[in-house]
């Protein structure tokens, strides 16, 4: 019976938008008293899953070793665009109208077409210095956004959070230019992340962009190599 549930949730999971799914919910980043999370959409239907979030957000926490933050401040980056809007029924928009407590940022992701490896490696390199120009992602501003409101420690602690839908492939666009950039990963380690946060690989628009942002940060000797590609 139980083992029928299961599957059953399994395909659930797969096919609606089923609010909190406690294996997204992953702890980033710490700094002091605050925390950053990444997960996938806390929307299920027209409610807003706050209350079970912060739960497993607490146990992420506390499965780290650390001690869980008392009465945070919340705040959430959602990096859907106005498309995924209009399928969330705008219920994220509504939630934080009436929950002026908690911030509410918007920050849309969309990747890239193009693949800078299916490019002369010379003229991926040239149009990454140029990368903050160009890139609508701009995943510099975002990623440094994120890092000085970590790291700015104020009375109540905080818990900065970023989402997507599936919470795999924009938001583990956004994850890897996190860690490439302040957490010395590689583009390799933090694809392979984001390969297997779910059952599936990311979509190749979010790792071209992460691609871009990875010939981006060689220029200041970070992100290793570019060029990986793992095996499909
Ligand atoms: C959209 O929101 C309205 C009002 O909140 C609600 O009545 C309706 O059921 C929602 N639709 C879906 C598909 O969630
Ligand atoms: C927002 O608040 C109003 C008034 O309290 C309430 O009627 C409405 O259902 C709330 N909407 C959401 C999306 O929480
Ligand atoms: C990343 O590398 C730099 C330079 O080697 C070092 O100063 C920094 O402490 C490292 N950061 C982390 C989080 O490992
Ligand atoms: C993504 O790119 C790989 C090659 O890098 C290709 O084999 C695969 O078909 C692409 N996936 C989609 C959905 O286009």
Known sequence: MGFYYLI?????????????IPSR?????????????????PVQGDSYQ???LQEAMIEKITQAGYQPPQDPKIHSYSL??????????????????????YQFSQYPIFGSIINPNSLPSFLAKFLAKYY???????LNVLTKE???????????????????????????????????????????NALDFD???????????????????????NNQGKGGDCTYEPEY
């Open 8 to 20: 059953f949730l399994i395909i659930l999971t797969n096919f609606v938008q089923c609010g909190v």
């Open 25 to 41: 919910v992953i702890l980033v980043d710490k700094i002091g008293k605050n925390f950053l999370f990444r997960t996938n959409s």
């Open 50 to 52: 706050m209350s079970e």
């Open 80 to 101: 859907v665009w106005f498309y995924d809007s209009i399928k969330q029924n705008y219920t994220e928009n509504k939630y934080f109208k009436n929950h002026t407590e």
């Open 132 to 138: 903050p120009i160009w890139n609508h992602d701009n």
């Open 146 to 188: 994120l890092r000085n409101s970590l790291q700015q420690q104020e009375e109540r602690p905080k818990i900065i959070f970023f989402h997507c839908i599936a919470g795999e492939d924009r938001t583990g666009q956004v994850f890897g230019g996190y860690v490439m950039r302040y957490m010395n990963w590689t583009y390799q």
């Open 195 to 217: 390969n297997h946060v779910e059952e599936r690989k990311i979509h190749n628009a979010s790792k071209y962009g992460l691609n871009w942002y990875c010939y981006y940060l």
